[in-house]
């Protein structure tokens, strides 16, 4: 891929490269088959117009959802057309790279009938959601209440005389608010409800309710439906019709009510069935997996761009060396830049060892094995809470590493984290997420002496020998040994865990003290959750991992891990498992690696494969020719259309010729 001249400006960093890129390529892409499907898909968008990104920032809000509905039509006409199979279409979705209403009908709407409805609901109404003759999205939030889901009050009240469920949102706070796909595009809703029968209230149940008319598409009788508003950002989320929802006494059939785990007579008894409740945990681990990888592919398209342009950028210089230095050269845009590369690396491998936690999960629900769901549950919460907020901030600051022209939506980078920071909220709040794998934390403490800790936990049956014994570094090579790394996480983790688990047992166990003490309770949960990350990327590394890429993967992990040690230097410092000069010898180590990675960091970025066509931006392009796409990128600008501004006549001109309040002034 070169520009028009057909010069490669970073071919120079490109030859300096020390690994296999290609073996790296398919590492990346998770294997050969998942490499060549991703070539081929995101070659497939790149060549058709249709799929264009080029105006989308500069798009109105009305222009930019018709677009957005353009693009979802002819992906899915691509799909049928070109007979894609499941993960092909997935993958071409992915490329198109544009939030819309069928992340959530395919996301969310479809996996919930699987997971909740019974065999003959399915049967009604995945057909029909399969061949995309209905819509669907997934209504849960509303105004007042997302989070605490037992607080919301849209009511499904059963009349037995006509065997329906009535559907009403009783105040403004009931409102559904915020559903992708529910504004515009929806013909059905999966609408969260207290189930009321014999005036009764079970709390909360899913129900399946039609929302817009199959026939032109106008809203059903006593449903009032939009779209919530411009959201963050240019283009960004805005391609998505998050949407609000009200029912006045609506009635839908009985069954309408998914009734895997909970059903409604016809004579308005309710009745658990005898189902676990657990069924539905597979399902979680799918799509938390699916965030973590997410959650590195968004992470590497920032990286890839400002790798790439800290390679291309030069500014200042010394004595020592002729012309400019490339900004890459300065060793704090090293240690801003190089930790979120590896970081990059680091969530890829987890989001790979979390699939496998997938099929163990799956074998074992099969089994009816239970055990390890609680420890699964919270490592993955956990695991979604850390990397989606690291992402968001990750993009951010490599928005910042690329100075003034990161600003510009050119770059890609604006955009990029408009439409990745709500990541942070959805799928569960971040803190609320943290605060779930505290309470874990605590339960498994609390049981360690009868209880064996499993799978991610399993270090804190080791708890005695990690509260007393200290990091044993004397020397900055001690610290290239992944056991003394991984007990100096497993050590502050565990410390951190206990110093707050014992406060809390000294009090009287009120909700008032639990959550006095929530600020460590989620510093507990990160401690374990960055322990898990850094455990999972040297274990995926020591599994197998190709030769020639091996070596640099070694280089990632101790960079990743040396730079969340130093990051989080107070909490291990105030552990007492390390100290301040250990911390001083990590940090000489750490810059050892940022020189290893160096050179080979632009094919580090290269090797995520990201096409010019994805990334977006002129800064991050392949050949590096930033400079003459930024300059032929003003042109496009609609202010631009013309020479003389609109407006100048009427508001600018009489500023410039002291005519304010001439008698044809309009200011
Ligand atoms: C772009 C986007 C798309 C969405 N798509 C959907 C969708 O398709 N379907 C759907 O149903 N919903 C959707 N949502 C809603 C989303 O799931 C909720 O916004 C999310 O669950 C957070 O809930 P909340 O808004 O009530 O936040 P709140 O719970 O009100 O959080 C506000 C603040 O309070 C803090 N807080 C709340 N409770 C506690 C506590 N107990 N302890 C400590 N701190 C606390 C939180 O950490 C946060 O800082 C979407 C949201 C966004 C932004």
Request: with cysteine; glycine share 8%; net charge neutral.
């Amino acid at each position: 891929m070169q520009d028009g001249n057909g010069l490669d400006h970073l071919a120079g960093e490109r030859a300096m490269a020390q690994f296999d890129l290609q073996a790296m390529k398919v590492y990346l892409a998770g294997g050969q088959r998942e490499y060549e499907i991703s070539t081929k898909m995101a070659q497939l968008v790149a060549n058709d117009p249709v799929f264009s990104k080029e105006d989308r920032v500069r798009l109105a809000r009305k222009d930019l959802y018709k677009n957005s509905l353009r693009k979802a039509g002819h992906a899915w006409k691509t799909i049928l057309e070109k007979g894609l199979s499941e993960v092909e279409g997935l993958k071409l979705r992915h490329f198109v790279d544009e939030p819309t209403y069928t992340d959530l009908h395919w996301g969310m709407f479809i996996p919930a009938i699987k997971g909740q409805g019974t065999e003959e609901q399915q049967h009604k109404w995945l057909p029909l959601a399969y061949k995309m003759a209905i819509i669907g999205c997934y209504a849960q939030t509303e105004l007042g209440h997302g989070s605490n889901v037992q607080g919301l009050e849209t009511t499904a009240t059963f009349d037995p005389t006509t065997d329906e469920f009535i559907m009403h949102s009783p105040t403004v706070t009931s409102t559904k608010w915020w559903p992708g796909g529910l504004g515009k595009a929806s013909t059905h809703a999966l609408v969260y409800a207290r189930l009321i029968t014999d005036k009764k209230d079970h709390g909360i149940h899913a129900f399946i309710a039609p929302i817009r008319s199959l026939e032109d598409h106008t809203p059903l009788p006593n449903v009032t439906v939009g779209d919530i508003g411009v959201k963050f950002g240019n283009g960004g989320y805005n391609t998505m019709d998050n949407g609000f929802l009200r029912f006045d006494h609506v009635r839908i059939p009985r069954e309408n009510m998914l009734m895997r785990l909970a059903t409604v007579t016809k004579d308005g008894k309710y009745v658990r069935s005898n189902k676990p409740r657990q069924l539905g945990y597979g399902a979680m681990v799918f799509v938390r997996q699916g965030i973590v990888i997410d959650a590195s592919i968004y992470l590497s398209r920032a990286v890839t761009i400002a790798v790439r342009y800290s390679a291309v950028r030069r500014q200042f210089g010394n004595k020592d060396e002729p012309g400019e230095l490339q900004v890459i050269q300065y060793r704090t845009q090293q240690s801003r830049l190089f930790p979120l590369l590896a970081t990059a690396y680091a969530y890829r491998a987890v989001g790979f060892w979390m699939k496998s936690l997938y099929a163990d999960v799956m074998k074992r629900l099969n089994d009816n094995d239970f055990s390890t769901l609680p420890e699964v549950h919270a490592c993955t919460a956990g695991l979604k809470s850390i990397t989606t907020s690291v992402t968001a901030d990750g993009i951010e600051e490599c928005r910042k590493l690329c100075g003034g022209h990161g600003f510009l939506c050119a770059s890609g980078l604006p955009e990029l984290y408009a439409a990745y920071v709500p990541a942070c909220t959805y799928e569960g709040d971040n803190t609320i997420l943290l605060l779930q794998v505290a309470r874990f934390l605590l339960k498994t403490l609390s049981q360690v002496s009868k209880v064996r800790p499993v799978g991610t936990a399993a270090y804190l049956g080791n708890i005695k020998q990690l509260s007393t014994q200290n990091c044993k570094v004397s020397q900055g090579h001690d610290w290239l040994n992944t056991s003394v790394l991984l007990e100096a996480f497993e050590a502050r983790s565990a410390r951190q865990a206990a110093a707050v688990a014992l406060r809390l047992a000294k009090g009287s166990g009120s909700e008032a003290e639990f959550q006095e003490n929530t600020p460590e309770l989620v510093e507990s949960a990160r401690a374990h959750c960055q322990l898990i990350l850094v455990s999972k990327f040297i274990e995926q590394l020591q599994t197998g991992t190709p030769e020639g890429i091996r070596k640099q993967l070694e280089v990632l992990c101790y960079t990743y891990a040396f730079s969340q040690l130093i990051d989080n230097a107070g909490d291990f410092l105030a552990t007492g498992y390390v100290t301040g000069n250990q911390i001083a010898l990590a940090k000489e180590e750490l810059k050892h690696m940022f020189d290893k990675i160096r050179p080979n960091a632009v094919a580090l970025v290269d090797a995520f494969d990201h096409t010019d066509d994805y990334l977006g931006s002129a800064l991050g392009r392949y050949d590096g020719d930033v400079y003459t796409h930024l300059y032929k990128g003003a042109f496009k600008e609609s202010l631009n259309d013309t020479v003389v501004v609109d407006g100048y006549e009427e508001y600018l001109k009489p500023v410039l010729t002291q005519n304010l309040w001439a008698p044809h002034s309009k200011l």
